[in-house]
């Protein structure tokens, strides 16, 4: 059974003092987007939109384009066609590094961490781009980089809190489970203080206790800290019980776009998709 987070207090501060948003504004817009590989078509002419403060999910069949969407929306891969709004914005070919300084952060299928590096350690790698003293302020930790390391240590310990994982903040992650490794992955992603946070199979390989764990700081993190996320899932009871609204994929094209409800009723996706499960 899944926990549901209550709606925050009156005025209460958001997560790491970022403002509450109108929900109704679009914060990513998708227009007609295609990618090929080759002569393979990922993608064709898809379009559709994130509003800031919701979980939006997408969902498909193996090999539908869902990860390639992502990978366009962070700038791993550059669409042949289409364009994306971020905030506002109409993008040009953009790279990762510019995507996270934009304010999109990313998880991915397959844990993708710094082994030998602590719970702690790997969090604080996700300040990165937060930190503005020079390398020489860096290399002798004086100055405004004693500063930004004691505020974004403060910040990470936050995060380490919100994840319960205070037992494991100097282990190294290598040798951690992999339930517990991908809620590091999720800690790094939040340091960024993201405007869109993408995640990309988050309850991939877990157990059911893993899957409850994983959802309930998903929902804490959009309903309390409001945190605009775009999901991947492949659980579609997962999908339906967090989602505020679904688009499905299928051989790279859009085939229905809604709420959870008018999803799950739609005779393309049980054809497609739900049908099978």
């Known amino acids: 059974m899944m926990t549901v987070i209550p709606e925050p207090a009156p005025g209460e501060q958001a997560f790491l003092g970022r403002q509450v948003a109108r929900e109704a504004e679009?914060?990513?817009d998708i227009e007609n987007?295609?990618?090929a590989f080759g002569g393979v078509r990922a993608l064709t002419d898809v379009s559709f939109d994130i509003r800031r403060g919701e979980i939006r999910a997408i969902i498909g069949p193996n090999g539908a384009g869902k990860t390639t969407m992502l990978n366009c929306v962070n700038g791993f891969y550059h669409p042949a066609k289409g364009s994306i709004t971020f905030k506002g914005r109409k993008r040009a070919q953009m790279r990762p590094h510019e995507a996270a300084r934009d304010g999109i952060a990313r998880t991915f299928q397959n844990v993708a961490l710094f082994r030998g590096m602590t719970t702690l350690e790997n969090i604080m790698t996700g300040r990165a781009l937060k930190?503005?003293?020079n390398f020489w302020q860096q290399l002798v930790r004086a100055g405004k980089a004693e500063r930004e390391e004691i505020e974004n240590r403060y910040l990470v310990e936050e995060i380490i809190d919100f994840l319960q994982i205070e037992h494991i903040r100097k282990t190294q992650v290598g040798v951690l489970p992999y339930g517990l490794q991908k809620r590091v992955e999720l800690g790094r992603a939040l340091a960024m203080e993201p405007d869109l946070l993408?995640?990309?199979?988050?309850?991939?390989?877990?157990?059911?206790?893993e899957k409850g764990d994983m959802c309930r700081f998903i929902l804490e993190a959009n309903r309390h800290f409001r945190t605009t996320v775009a999901l991947i899932e492949h659980d579609i009871g997962v999908v339906m019980d967090l989602s505020d609204r679904i688009v499905v994929l299928e051989s790279g094209r859009k085939i229905a776009d809604g709420t959870p409800d008018a999803i799950k009723s739609d005779d393309r996706v049980i054809a497609a998709y739900l049908g099978s499960h």
Not at 199 to 209: I, R, T
Request: proline fraction near 5%; glycine fraction near 4%.
């Open 26 to 28: 679009t914060i990513l």
């Open 198 to 209: 993408l995640l990309d199979e988050p309850m991939a390989g877990m157990n059911l206790e």
């Open 33 to 35: 987007i295609s990618v």
């Open 131 to 133: 930190m503005r003293a």
